[in-house]
């Protein structure tokens, strides 16, 4: 057990509620858990689906959060491969069966029975929060805990969905949206040896862009972005981040051949395509979702190794409510991260 048996916490208490920040008994681990003792936690888009309750599982009270990283506190009596002082980090997939048809094969991410951190069970906007042994992530001494809790999630998200892409080196790769995950979405390209183009409307953020890595960089506002993509060749992907129907629409006439348009970032409005402008490439819309704990550390090495850190404002637990209504109004330059 900890110093003291309490804990100060951020919960949501009923849908549509505000953050409540709450004194509460530590939790203890199950025999298949660890508890961890959060460094950092940081705040995403998705943690509106605790807020307001559009899961179909959540029970409230609920603690959010899954970008959470921290040091292992205690560990449950079946754990056999994490110890006590290690670091590590729980992003979304918050564990799976191992029996399901899907983990048979091999695709905990479809498990029947997949958890999520911060929505089936509390997640890290908390002093501590305990975690499936399958849901954990080692992670690197070279991070911060507070640049590495958005690897967790828009880390992950952009990285699995370009390293899965059938993008090689020195293809043309798009990303559209300089935000929370398109800033980190073009590192990862950059540093992946794509030749990279960042769409965005206005030029604001064309300087940042460049700076992050882009090669070019396309005023979404002053050209039509599927033009310019095609005048370079043709894009084998375009990574939309942003969550609007018309911009994913606005670049699938931009795929080269065999093109992909994955969106990680999702619209509240259904997404139309021609299917001309698809057959033409034999291209396609597709989307991708975060990963497993071991495409969490896989992200999180490679973010080490090639330098790739997010933008970030942190901020204090008891100030969770301020950072959540600053990144949903994105006025956060990129992730907002709370910091027990
Ligand atoms: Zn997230
Ligand atoms: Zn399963």
């Given at each position: 057990?900890?110093?003291s048996d309490?804990?100060?916490?951020v ?13 509460k008994?530590?939790?203890?681990p ?6 961890i003792s ?11 689906m605790t ?9 409230f009270?609920?603690?959010?959060g ?5 040091r292992?506190?205690a560990?449950?009596e079946d754990v056999?491969e ?17 029996t ?12 029947e029975?997949?958890?999520v951190?911060?929505?089936?069970f509390?997640?890290?906007y ?6 499936p042994h399958e849901?954990?992530a080692a992670v ?5 805990a ?9 880390g992950?998200?952009?990285?699995n ?10 293809d043309?790769?798009?990303?559209q949206?300089?935000?929370?995950l398109g ?18 409307r206005g ?8 700076a ?9 506002e002053a ?7 095609q005048?370079?060749?043709g894009?084998?992907v ?7 129907a ?10 080269g ?5 994955i969106?990680?970032g ?18 396609s819309?597709?989307g991708?979702?975060s990963?497993t ?11 080490a190794?090639?330098?790739v ?15 959540y ?12 991260v709370?910091e027990?």
């Amino acid at each position: 057990m900890s110093e003291s048996d309490t804990m100060r916490a951020v919960e949501v208490p009923e849908a549509g509620a505000d953050f409540d920040v709450v004194e509460k008994p530590v939790p203890e681990p199950d025999a298949d858990e660890v508890r961890i003792s959060v460094e950092a936690c940081g705040v995403c888009h998705s943690d509106e689906m605790t807020k307001e309750g559009v899961y179909p599982r959540i029970e409230f009270p609920r603690v959010p959060g899954h970008e959470v990283v921290g040091r292992i506190d205690a560990v449950g009596e079946d754990v056999e491969e994490w110890e006590a002082g290690e670091r590590v980090g729980v992003g979304w997939h918050g564990g799976h069966c191992f029996t399901c048809d899907a983990c048979r094969r091999g695709d905990f991410i479809n498990c029947e029975h997949a958890e999520v951190t911060g929505l089936d069970f509390d997640g890290g906007y908390a002093e501590y929060t305990v975690a499936p042994h399958e849901a954990l992530a080692a992670v690197p001494d070279e991070l911060d805990a507070a640049d590495a809790a958005p690897l967790l999630c828009a880390g992950i998200t952009t990285f699995n969905a370009l390293r899965n892409s059938d993008a090689r080196p020195g293809d043309l790769v798009a990303v559209q949206g300089v935000g929370g995950l398109g800033h980190l979405g073009i590192q990862y390209a950059h540093a992946a040896g794509f030749e990279v183009v960042a769409l965005s409307r206005g030029t604001e953020k064309k300087e940042r862009a460049l700076a992050l890595g882009a090669d070019h960089y396309v005023d979404t506002e002053a050209t039509a972005a599927a033009e310019e993509l095609q005048e370079l060749g043709g894009a084998s992907v375009v990574l939309a981040t942003a969550p609007s129907a018309p911009a994913i629409e606005s670049v699938v006439g931009g795929l080269g051949a065999d093109g992909e348009v994955i969106a990680v970032g999702i619209p509240g409005e259904p997404v139309g395509v021609h299917a001309g402008a698809l057959v033409g490439v034999r291209g396609s819309v597709s989307g991708w979702a975060s990963g497993t704990a071991r495409d969490s550390q896989d992200t999180l090495e490679f973010s080490a190794l090639r330098d790739v850190t997010p933008e970030i404002e942190t901020f204090d637990l008891g100030d969770a409510q301020d950072a959540y209504e600053k990144m949903l109004a994105s006025e956060v330059r990129f992730r907002a991260v709370l910091e027990p």
